[in-house]
T-cell receptor, first 114, second 116 residues
Framework: SAVISQKPSRDICQRGTSLTIQCQVD?????MFWYRQQPGQSLTLIAT?????????ESGFVIDKFPISRPNLTFSTLTVSNMSPEDSSIYLC???????????FGSGTRLTVV | AQTVTQSQPEMSVQEAETVTLSCTYD???????LFWYKQPPSRQMILVIR??????QNATENRFSVNFQKAAKSFSLKISDSQLGDAAMYFC?????????????FGKGITLSVRP
């Protein structure tokens, strides 16, 4: 299965600032998925990122708040913009690997906004 | 829309005993995948077991097995010979069969504690 390197692993940010999270995959993948996991909660899909086109956002998430970059088939970034304490969550990226019919996840970014 | 329901927020098991985690789902699709993921405090999501809906045989991975009841839309996870390292949050998840852009839908999760 694919291996994903996600950075940073954690950060503490001031409100009003932005943070960019990176995911690097060790193989080419068509789609990358970005999730948010609020404290003690389940994972909620933010958007699906395809290389060469704009990301597709889920209801309740907008591009201005969570811009996504997908410059090639092995890399993607998610930016959390104009942060507020409500954005404090774990953010995870994920890919589907058809070779083993499973999803692989990055190790997550724990974001705290103060 | 597909939904995944995990009604038990917490469960506890004695070390070396067996525990079953429940999951139900709702879908109009006939072909899909079901998963159980484990998330320890390290927050890394780890695939525990996968079931293809077209397979009647229940999936098994070492101490982990599922009871897949397609007609009842039920997908429970049985952990045998529980170990301290099994303590984690467990998520049941659904994915319809299809292309690479098919989404994974998660249940709310269940926190499993293991008593020594």
């Amino acid at each position: 299965s694919a291996v994903i390197s996600q950075k940073p692993s954690r950060d503490i940010c001031q409100r009003g600032t932005s943070l960019t999270i990176q995911c690097q995959v060790d193989s080419q993948v068509t789609m990358m998925f970005w999730y948010r996991q609020q404290p003690g909660q389940s994972l909620t899909l933010i958007a699906t990122a395809n290389q060469g086109s704009e990301a597709t956002y889920e209801s309740g998430f907008v591009i201005d708040k969570f811009p996504i970059s997908r410059p090639n088939l092995t890399f993607s970034t998610l930016t959390v913009s104009n942060m507020s304490p409500e954005d404090s969550s774990i953010y995870l990226c994920s890919v589907w690997t058809s070779s083993n019919y499973g999803y692989t996840f990055g190790s997550g970014t724990r974001l705290t906004v103060v | 829309a597909q939904t995944v329901t995990q009604s038990q927020p917490e469960m506890s098991v004695q070390e070396a005993e067996t525990v079953t985690l429940s999951c139900t789902y709702d879908t109009s699709e006939s072909d899909y995948y079901l998963f159980w993921y484990k998330q320890p405090p390290s927050r890394q999501m780890i695939l525990v077991i996968r079931q293809e809906a077209y397979k009647q045989q229940n999936a098994t991975e070492n101490r982990f097995s599922v009871n897949f009841q397609k007609a009842a839309k039920s997908f429970s996870l049985k952990i045998s010979d529980s170990q301290l390292g099994d303590a984690a949050m467990y998520f049941c998840a659904y994915r319809r069969s299809g292309g690479a852009n098919s989404k994974l839908t998660f249940g709310k999760g269940i926190t499993l504690s293991v008593r020594p």
